[in-house]
């Protein structure tokens, strides 16, 4: 049974029910028929010895009588005769009636069952039932109570069995139509099981198709409609788009860092190559380990910038969350990146005391961090970087705000990708990574950021945080604030 078609035990229980349905009804129907069929043949004795008790008249003298116009029979009775009218049906559609004395004696008519019903006393309350062999018979006797007829009694007779012969013609009528029926409706049952699983047919073999031939992109097609099957369809497409963006990004990620890790690869080959070609000056093994080291660092930032992604997105337990000064970490931070003045470049700051946030510390310096670093790198000499913190609305909003080289409007939308830089002149100092981290932080906090830049004015990221500090003091602090619910 395990292994059967799901359509083909479908159609064996839906058979094997129908079967049992129709066997009880066929039962049940016979039964009903055999009562009225019963019942049917008692009325119709009832009616027949009724028929006949005014088809027998008493005469005290023939001289009444017509004799020229009468076929009927006549038997004297008493001081008189009895005459029995030639419509007395004492045999009709196998009911017979015959006229009785009150003792038992036989007068007239037909009665099949005479010597079996001899001693069976009159009465006229109910039909009674006599069984002679194995055929029942039903009995019905009339009291004759016209003038001159007190003390005869008219007893009618009919066999049961002559129900017999009708509940055989609706027994056959109801197996030879039942069968073709049944057929009909299992048959029927079937096709309508096969039709309504043919998409899972369909969804799996698309499934089969995908895994075999690793295409993401292929999708299950069963048409149109809005039933459990058509869901299930549309939650296999959902999740092989997922799959299918996230392999992608995957490849991405690890094309474009083996790309990235290899040029400062080929130049550290390139180097230790050409210093080792011939004997070099103490001075210029000096230059080639400064140069390997500064390319060594580049690699390590990179490889560590994507480690922290993974992290981030495995949303690893090296990042605890717990209850963070933020006004402390934003004047902090500042504080120690206003000394490199890169560029000359002059960073002041405004932050709003006591503004606390679920969060972790290291992410959050990176954070600020990255968003100054930028501003530094992509600012013009002697400018101006301005860091705010603030509670608005709700929310905290952390903002750097540069008077820099500003972002092309078409670039606005992918400088948030990993590896992305859209400043040529400057690229050889970034990996391309920074914002996609400072996005991978927010959101890790259950944060956005969003930017402002207009090409040769400066640019402005805006980090906005929920503002929980309120409930941080209940909260368990190691939950993500996504966990928290606060985003
Ligand atoms: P990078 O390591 O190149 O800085 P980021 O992800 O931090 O990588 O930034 C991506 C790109 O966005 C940069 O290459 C740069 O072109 C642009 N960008 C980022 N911050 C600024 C800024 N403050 N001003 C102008 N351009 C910026």
Known sequence: MKNLSIRLKITLWFSAALIIIVSVAYVMALAVSNQIVQKTIRDNLIETVEDN??????????????????????L?????????????????????TSLYLYDGTFLYGENPIATSTSELDFSDSDVQRV???????????????ADG?????????????????????????FLIIMPGVLIVAILGGYLVARRALRPISKISDSVKEI???????????????????????????????????????????????????RTPMTVIMAQCEMTLEKERTAEEYEDAIFLIQRQGRKMSKLINDMLDFTRL?????????????????????????SLIRQH??????????????????????????????????????????????????GNILLSVKDDGIGIKEEDLDKIWTRFYQADSSHSGEGSGLGLSMVQGIAEFHGGRVLVESKIGSGSTFTCIFSDNSEKIKHKNTNKTLMEAGYN
Request: glycine share 8%; hydrophobic share 35%.
């Open 76 to 96: 004297s009775y008493g001081d008189g005769f009895l005459e029995i009218d030639d419509d007395f049906l004492d045999e009709v559609n196998q009911v017979y």
């Open 211 to 261: 895994e075999q031939g690793g295409d993401l992109e292929k999708r299950i097609d069963i048409g149109n409609g809005n039933d459990e099957l058509h869901r299930l369809a549309d939650d296999f497409n959902r999740m092989f788009e997922r799959l299918d963006k996230a392999f992608k990004a995957e490849r991405q990620f690890t094309s474009d860092a083996s790309h990235e890790l």
């Open 53 to 74: 008790v005014d088809e027998v008249e008493y005469f005290s003298s023939i001289d009444n009588v017509d004799l020229e116009s009468d076929v009927d029979d006549f």
């Open 313 to 337: 997105e495995t949303k690893s337990d090296k990042y605890p969350m717990e209850t963070v000064d933020f006004s402390e970490l934003v004047t902090s931070v500042c504080g120690d990146m």
């Open 131 to 145: 069984t002679v062999g194995d055929t029942v018979y039903y009995v019905f006797d009339r009291m004759l109570t």
């Open 149 to 173: 007829l007190e003390g005869l009694w008219l007893r009618g007779v009919v066999s049961e069995e002559q129900g017999g012969l009708q509940m055989t013609s609706i027994s056959r009528t």
């Open 344 to 393: 000359n470049i002059e960073l002041t700051w405004e932050v709003e005391d006591n503004v606390k946030i679920t969060g972790n510390y290291e992410l959050l310096a990176r954070l600020l961090a990255n968003l100054i670093g930028n501003a530094y790198r992509y600012g013009n000499e002697n400018g101006h970087t301005f860091v705010s913190l603030e509670r608005k609305d």
